[in-house]
Nanobody
Framework: QVQLVESGGGLVQAGGSLRLACVAS????????MGWFRQAPGKEREFVAA????????YYADSVKGRFTVSRDNTKNTVYLQMNSLKPEDTAVYYC????????????????WGKGTLVTVSS
């Protein structure tokens, strides 16, 4: 398993941008597909984006398509989530996860979760 640490959350006004980063420990980062999920207060955790091991395959939730971009740098053991045109409904704790395969609706075979970083979007 890898250990995951997210950063980059904060308070931003609607229409603004944030870039989240998730750094993984260990030497096997490139063998994992990675994903971003979020959980808003009082709601279930939901899928945001997933990226394959090489970065060649990417999936997004419909709610963030065209606004969020996921990327990874295997030389830095880091996966990123660039969030633009933020809306108040994007307010949530954002988690990264490591798994076996990126799929349309999420990440298959999740083995590790980070502790999350809070994103708050004010109206």
């Amino acid at each position: 398993q890898v250990q995951l640490v997210e950063s980059g959350g904060g308070l931003v006004q609607a229409g603004g941008s944030l870039r989240l980063a998730c750094v993984a420990s260990g030497r096997t980062f490139s063998t994992y597909a990675m994903g971003w999920f979020r959980q808003a207060p009082g709601k279930e955790r939901e899928f945001v984006a997933a990226i394959s091991r090489s970065g060649s395959t990417i999936y997004y939730a419909d709610s963030v398509k065209g606004r969020f971009t996921v990327s990874r740098d295997n030389t830095k053991n880091t996966v990123y989530l660039q969030m633009n045109s933020l809306k108040p409904e994007d307010t949530a704790v954002y988690y990264c996860a490591a798994g076996m395969v990126a799929v349309v609706a999420g990440l298959g075979g999740i083995t590790s979760w980070g502790k999350g970083t809070l994103v708050t979007v004010s109206s």
